[in-house]
């Protein structure tokens, strides 16, 4: 049974009622689906249930597709959404940066030594100075200037890109702008931001500074998916570093970034790994 | 479908093989039972399949003897060993000590206040120094004494205890003796010893002077079962501390017994969660 | 030159100028103290200077009166504020509380066995129900109620205990009332509270159900001297725990009480030996 | 008095005896040295004492030579050992790999971007494999392949080349080769090794494989400076991560990896700041 293979994920959220397990789990029993791992949870607020399964099929020729058919009465009579993930499926992601380049950095390097199961097509800067990192990874780098008056016309380029390229997630990987209400909603569920504070503490800009002049002994940093409201998208990722009065701003930013950067990894394997859900403004993430 | 009320735990392990969940979900559907919460892992090493369920039945008139009945036959085929435990089950916990409080202080602590879901019918030590704790928490404290010579006695003594006062797990809560092979065979998974480092780093005795005298940064403690190797037995929770050159022996003793309590009490909730599986040596942990 | 004896401890802060530092050692030279351990800082925005020593006479017959003499007229050159704590001064600690009893009980553990080097005179309430816990420990207890109408009365109660117990600092246990601009003013940099956020994240009132609501992955504890602004005072320690979707907010509550305790502790302890100094809004904390 | 320049940096250790502290600030104030921070300790069990001061310089003209030259004859009174850093002092670091980049990758990317104070004029390598990540960097690569008849000579080469370059600090960053007696004595005190474990634990070869068997909830890694005994050497700093059982020995390495180079750029950093002092077999680490 057991196997080193890399497994198919499935994943599913619906109402909570009698026998949502059951209809996923027989399912794949039936059809000769070894379950390796199933990880499950009821939100009593929410009244929701999610389950992710990670199963290896038994026999030869499975496919996706009779997989879907086979399962689809059974879905909807549980109101289910759900998903199938093939093991090799790499997510086609979008990497946005302004300057500050330690999170893009460490994506590029996890993603060049596999650590990072991803495609990356494209980067997307409003500056230049990023350019040569891209082009040592051999990734195109597009440079999208932006002041008030062109953030329209920008944020369409950026969109056409991202269709393009085909793209399923986007990392703002301190991307230091505020999107349009409208590019937040296109991105809604599929774009990843890092902020550099443990949200909701110090929004807004110059948190480290905010955090200074409070005199905190703990900074950190939160990913989130994006929504409209500016910092405030559902949480995937906290983490954190202690520091002390010798620790200036500038002190806090450089302890921050190792903090931003490990949390914003943290959150894009989440998601990749298909193990965040959205729960209104709430996340379940069934973590390994 | 949502319940604040404790659900029952439903827990198994079995050889790896198609069907393991399924077996187990199904008849939790068949049967009315509301899966709240599922954690299941298949050890590729082991070639072992382990699963814990949280469920709340849906019928009134559950009986834990008619699930056991109907469950039996089915579990037989796939030589499931398994266990169910009501949502009012309050574990009896025997506490050992020697003089050290600061593990049986927290303890007690969150058994009065609730927060550990035990009763404590029973504390036995070889000193008489912590008979005042156990009597402001008005538990019996047995005070049996141990010399080389009457070990065999004592032991027997406390064996004696154990089955008077019907206990199912019990808790070393830094009770300094090095127990027999026959009282550690005895006690076989079900007895938690918390030892004062990071296992297995510094076994046997004076941990925190063994750590100060490497000029270690960090100290920690491990919960685990006891077995037939001294400190050695399967790992169940492990915490620790930073520390720096400032610490003197004294000072690691110090800060490490915070560790140790937390470290200790953790192990104990998972047990009696029945979150935690023996797999060999090691342990699975599904841990909240 | 070595001593386990407890070291005689002196702290100081003044104005940035050069000689501050000689001016300190120079005559702890000159008068036989042995320095063990000195920490300083100069604070770059404030341009303040900080300095803690720990020191041990050589010579017998040392005496603070002697010293003071000897070095006020430096100090007053350099506009030093500075104090001079002797080894065996115990610091007269009242403990404020409400219903919850986790940090009460902590301080309390560690007070009898001696972590903690105050002395407990007196425990004051507005609610009965921890009266056992000082009964045991054989300290004074006044339940103190408190409606909207008595509260400057209640205050001043409070206030007469605490001179009347000849009070060295003040420690809110998780005493959930507002105290009042007058109090307030009166407990300036004598008194602790523990407030269950990561301030200033989620100030006010339910704290841990603010944190639920916004789904956040890790819930801590800020200790802070008191002042004016409620829930604003400047910080001392902070501590966190990480969390996941499966905590409802009974459960944060539940977690962050070992924060709480463990937080409020640190806190206690460094300003019991002197490692605390207000820097404007901010503290410096040389912690060992 | 404030000053954002880098400062000065003055460390010292010698035999704890009365006027320690002394004779060095009063030196610094004679001279016009305006301390901005000072660390000082006494370890009792080795009777020794330690210091570092961060200073500026009051007056223009200050002159290292003159430093010494003043400072020499009382440092001699009382058997001291010290140093004087400039604040342009960028330490010459050779870096030593194998085949595994994430710790070389790290070091290179902190360098590039000014967060690590050092020159890599050279790094050196047993395998082919990173050369591409040295050119990038434009910095001299050195293939030296080792085979057990061929160390010695292997091993000549590297003193050559650290001699060549006139490296000062020497940084195996998973140089997976044992050294040889030798070469261990010449780098006594500075080349820093890092250990892929919590030592003493887990000594030796594979050690997350080794972690993997006890079944271990936390993994680790310790910088330590190199000396005769391998994996023995003094412990600069620690790092760690928790895992839990699905945690196979593939998901510690890759989890062990980002502890890895955390705790190695922390334990260079300590060192180049010249906050770490050997004391026998531990050392003295005051970290910001």
Redesign the interface.
């Given at each position: 049974?057991?196997?080193?293979l890399k497994p198919w994920i499935f994943t599913a959220s619906c109402p909570?009622?009698?026998?949502?397990?059951?209809?996923v789990?027989?399912y794949?029993?039936?059809y000769?689906n070894?379950?390796?791992?199933?990880?499950?949870?009821?939100?009593?607020?929410a009244?929701r249930f999610f389950?992710r399964i990670e199963f290896h099929p038994?026999f030869e020729g499975f496919s996706a597709e009779e997989f879907n058919t086979g399962f689809s009465p059974r879905a909807e009579e549980f109101e289910m959404e759900w998903s199938l993930t093939p093991p090799e499926h790499r997510p086609r992601v979008a990497i946005l940066v302004s300057k500050y380049?330690?999170c893009l950095?460490d994506l590029l390097?996890r993603h060049r030594?596999g650590?990072l199961n991803i495609e990356v097509p494209v980067i997307i800067s409003n500056h230049p100075d990023l350019k040569h990192l891209a082009e040592?990874h051999d990734i195109p780098y597009y440079h999208l200037p932006i002041t008030p008056d062109t953030k329209p016309e920008q944020e369409a380029q950026i969109v056409k890109l991202l269709e393009e390229y085909d793209i399923e997630l986007v990392v703002l990987a301190r991307y230091m702008q505020v999107l349009s209400a409208d590019l937040c909603s296109y991105l809604d569920g599929k774009a990843i931001n890092i902020h550099h504070s443990?949200?909701?503490?110090?929004k807004g800009a110059r948190p480290y500074h905010q955090a200074w002049?409070?005199?905190?002994?703990?900074v950190?940093a939160t990913a989130h998916y994006v929504n409209n409201d500016l910092d405030e998208g559902?949480?995937?990722?906290?983490g954190?570093q202690q520091v002390?009065?010798?620790?200036?701003p500038e002190?806090l930013i450089?302890k921050g970034q190792?903090v931003e950067r490990?949390t914003l990894m943290n959150a894009v394997r989440c998601h990749i790994e298909k193990r965040v859900f959205l729960?209104g403004?709430?996340?379940?993430?069934f973590?390994?």
């Open positions: 049974m057991k196997s080193k909570s009622v009698l026998g949502t397990v059951d209809v789990t027989r794949m029993a039936e000769g070894y379950v390796e791992d199933i990880h499950s949870f009821d939100d009593r607020a009244d389950i038994q380049d330690h950095n390097y030594t650590q040592w443990l949200l909701p503490g110090f002049e409070k005199g905190v002994k703990m950190g559902p949480i995937i990722a906290q954190l002390d009065h010798a620790h200036y002190d450089a190792d490990i729960c403004s709430r996340t379940v993430v973590s390994k």
